[in-house]
């Protein structure tokens, strides 16, 4: 089968990074809220290995950002999710779950509280956006919500705060997980974060604007020509193994946050206002009938998942799908994602999962494998 393209358009932005990223090689694109996120450089094997051993900047422009500020600001965040936000302060970072009115997941963001009065929701591949125009519509809320001019560059890998105090000095390293400050870049300030998707360690820089784009990714590629500095993008294997989950892949509007292991971060009992509490707090007395689990898959290489495969049990009835799946080198075996019933999810069960070229056996782990 001959390759397919991407063809250009104004609908399908291109980003801040782009001329970076194509001067390095960029192999393979998806699209991404109506922008281009690369997916491989090199091959997807050879960029998951480099991850994991040195440090590569990502053009993850796509990351769109929500703006909510006004005086309701507060109010319409905690409306949006589960989570209880009332002892979040400017400076922090959360990972919320964001759902609709019968606690069906709508996007995974981080919510970035840059004042009391003013946040970045870093939205996951949909349009969160009307949603969120809706219920101020509707509730005739003081809040402004709009997509700023932001585009996130990511600096990933064991070797990230090396090359970040490389470029923004060595007070970077002293930024905690899910906690921001701000830095200046020829005389601009620019909103720094200690976060990413990926389990290796790194950085999101926030970027106000174009003109920056280009001179900051030359100045990361030059600072960590020592340091084995890539072109990189979030891997599909790296991510399997550290159950990172993707919107739109492993979980949707379908699902709750219970059914995707989420229920850490939602606070049904003090979540006061979320459009979806009511729907929660009954899957949160009753628990979730499926959930998100790792499975091992066994055999050789397992074909792209570019479809849902079925997950049988040994009489061949459903008990659940696996939504992504690739071979771990590291591990030396076939690691996925999977949605599974709870006759089936205890670690250690055996069930069949339904590939492309064949049905394979796996077995369901009891943690991911990072």
């Given at each position: 089968?001959?390759?397919?393209?991407?063809?250009?358009?104004?609908r399908?932005?291109?980003?801040?990074?782009?001329p970076?990223?194509?001067?390095?090689?960029?192999?393979?694109?998806?699209?991404?809220?109506?922008?281009?996120?690369?997916?491989?450089?090199?091959?997807?094997?050879?960029?998951?290995?480099?991850l994991?051993?040195?440090?590569?900047v990502?053009?993850?422009?796509?990351?769109?950002?929500?703006?909510?500020?006004?005086?309701?600001?507060?109010?319409?965040?905690?409306?949006?999710?589960?989570?209880?936000?009332?002892?979040?302060?400017?400076?922090?970072?959360?990972?919320?779950?964001?759902?609709?009115e019968?606690?069906?997941?709508l996007?995974?963001?981080?919510?970035?509280?840059?004042?009391?009065?003013?946040?970045?929701?870093?939205?996951?591949?949909?349009?969160l956006m009307?949603?969120?125009?809706?219920?101020?519509?509707g509730?005739r809320?003081?809040?402004?919500?709009?997509?700023?001019?932001?585009?996130?560059?990511?600096?990933?890998?064991?070797?990230?705060?090396?090359?970040?105090?490389?470029?923004?000095?060595?007070?970077?390293r002293?930024?905690?997980?899910?906690?921001?400050?701000?830095?200046?870049?020829?005389?601009?300030?620019?909103?720094?974060?200690?976060?990413?998707?990926?389990?290796?360690?790194?950085?999101?820089?926030?970027?106000?604007?174009?003109?920056?784009?280009?001179?900051?990714?030359n100045?990361?590629?030059?600072a960590?020509?020592?340091?084995?500095?890539?072109?990189?993008?979030?891997?599909?294997?790296?991510?399997?193994?550290?159950?990172?989950?993707s919107?739109?892949n492993?979980?949707t509007?379908?699902n709750?946050?219970?059914?995707?292991?989420?229920?850490?971060?939602?606070?049904?009992?003090?979540?006061?206002?979320?459009?979806?509490?009511?729907?929660?707090?009954?899957?949160?007395q009753?628990?979730p009938?499926?959930q998100?689990?790792?499975?091992?898959?066994?055999?050789p290489?397992?074909p792209?998942?570019?479809?849902?495969?079925?997950?049988?049990?040994?009489?061949?009835r459903?008990?659940?799908?696996v939504?992504?799946?690739?071979?771990?080198?590291?591990?030396?075996?076939?690691?996925?994602?999977?949605?599974?019933?709870?006759?089936?999810w205890?670690?250690?069960?055996?069930?069949?999962v339904?590939?492309p070229?064949?049905?394979?056996?796996?077995?369901?782990?009891?943690?991911?494998?990072?």
């Open positions: 089968m001959s390759p397919s393209f991407i063809s250009p358009s104004r399908l932005r291109r980003t801040p990074f782009s970076g990223v194509e001067a390095a090689g960029v192999k393979a694109y998806t699209v991404y809220n109506h922008m281009l996120l690369p997916t491989m450089f090199r091959s997807i094997e050879e960029d998951y290995h480099h994991k051993s040195a440090v590569q990502w053009d993850v422009a796509c990351e769109r950002q929500v703006e909510i500020r006004g005086p309701d600001a507060g109010r319409l965040v905690q409306m949006l999710t589960p989570r209880d936000l009332r002892s979040m302060r400017p400076g922090q970072c959360y990972y919320v779950p964001m759902v609709d019968t606690g069906g997941m996007n995974d963001p981080v919510a970035v509280k840059i004042a009391e009065d003013r946040f970045w929701i870093s939205i996951a591949d949909s349009d009307i949603w969120i125009k809706g219920i101020v519509w509730l809320l003081d809040v402004l919500v709009d997509e700023p001019d932001v585009s996130p560059l990511a600096v990933q890998g064991p070797r990230s705060d090396d090359l970040m105090a490389a470029v923004f000095g060595d007070r970077v002293d930024i905690r997980f899910f906690r921001f400050d701000w830095f200046e870049f020829q005389g601009v300030p620019l909103l720094i974060a200690r976060s990413g998707y990926s389990r290796q360690g790194g950085f999101e820089i926030y970027v106000e604007g174009t003109h920056l784009g280009m001179p900051l990714w100045a990361l590629m030059e960590g020509k020592d340091l084995d500095v890539h072109a990189g993008c979030p891997n599909l294997i790296e991510r399997i193994e550290g159950g990172l989950l919107y739109g492993d979980m509007r379908e709750t946050p219970h059914e995707c292991g989420l229920g850490r971060f939602c606070n049904t009992m003090t979540a006061i206002g979320c459009v979806g509490r009511d729907a929660l707090l009954r899957v949160s009753e628990g009938v499926r998100i689990r790792a499975l091992e898959i066994d055999g290489a397992v792209p998942c570019t479809e849902i495969w079925a997950i049988s049990d040994e009489r061949g459903s008990v659940g799908r939504t992504s799946a690739a071979w771990s080198p590291d591990f030396n075996t076939n690691a996925a994602i999977g949605m599974v019933k709870l006759t089936h205890d670690p250690d069960t055996r069930v069949f339904h590939a070229d064949s049905v394979r056996e796996a077995t369901v782990r009891e943690s991911f494998f990072a």
